[in-house]
């Protein structure tokens, strides 16, 4: 789904006539995360967001595993795979499975560590287990209480913060702020801006990181007028990346989140970048999507990516609490 702007504006007509749904949904969710979850044969980090889409948990959950990787850990991630048909529990084999049956982010995460691909998140937590991990990554799951979590960390978009405070589909909270931000050991706050800043002063610990578009990409994007799509959580934060990078902006569209195109959508990419002469650019989750499928590979091969690292501010802070459990 594409988030209504309103989520992201101050309360008005529109969320106040959603408010009582809101209240009920925060309620029942809310009351679910209080249920104690089944113990896993290792520690489970947990790698949340307590919004509904596009803070950033992939690029978190991702340099997680690698300050593991680094600290001689064999991290193994877990993941519903949204958007995939396969249910699992099963060891994603990147030569085997695309984002048909996966999704599209375990796609990247396989390029960093082993990743599960369970709907059941205890049933893929034994399998990673079995399978060799000895420390489990799950990138969201924050909400779903099947799973005891060992440290939690929730992704808040500094710009985006907790939107207009409200909960689904009142606005963009997947449950009461305070009941998340509780549960939570710290919030890991990407990049600048009030919004987010109000979230990290209720927070019990606060880690500040930024990202880093590759350097690589933005060498091949620079000098070119470009055709942006996104088919993520919040397009609008892509395309403000590339516009910090120097990115001349000529055309931006924008699908909603996990979009799987339409050969008659690539068609008219294809089209629009040709009759005006730009350089499509995507996401890497976009890309992921793309490949495998052969309807899609002339518009895949067509597009530049813009790859994403997350810094963080105290590099040691993060070891610390990832190796204390």
Known sequence: MRAPAFWWQAPGLCSTALA????????????????????????????????????????????AAKTLIARGRRPYFLTRGYGGREAGPL???PAKHGAAEVGDEPLLLAAI????????????????AQSGADVIVMDDGFQNPALEKNL???????KGGAGNGRVFPAGPLRAPLMQQ???????????????GEQVARRANRVLRASIVPDANAVAALKGKSLLAYA???????????????????????????????????ANALLAAAQNRHLTLVTTEKDLARMRGNA???????????LPITLRFQDESALEALLTSI
């Open 91 to 93: 060891v994603l084999d």
């Open 231 to 265: 088919g993520i959580g919040r397009p609008e934060k892509f395309f403000a990346t590339l516009e910090s990078i120097g990115g001349n902006i000529i055309e931006r569209r924008a699908f909603p989140d996990h979009h799987g195109f339409s050969v008659e959508e």
């Open 20 to 63: 009582p749904l809101g209240a009920i949904y925060g309620a029942i969710a809310g009351a679910r995360m209080q249920r104690a979850g089944a113990p896993a044969d290792v520690p489970v980090i947990c790698i949340g967001d307590p919004t509904v889409g596009g803070a950033g948990k992939t690029p978190a959950a991702i340099a």
């Open 295 to 305: 309807a899609l590979g002339q518009l895949a091969q067509a597009s530049l990516s």
């Open 113 to 128: 560590a082993p990743v599960v691909v369970s709907a059941d998140r205890v049933a893929g937590a034994k399998l990673a």
């Open 152 to 158: 939690s960390l929730l992704v808040i978009d500094a």
């Open 181 to 195: 931000l509780e549960r939570a050991n710290a919030v890991v706050l990407i990049g600048e801006g009030e919004a």
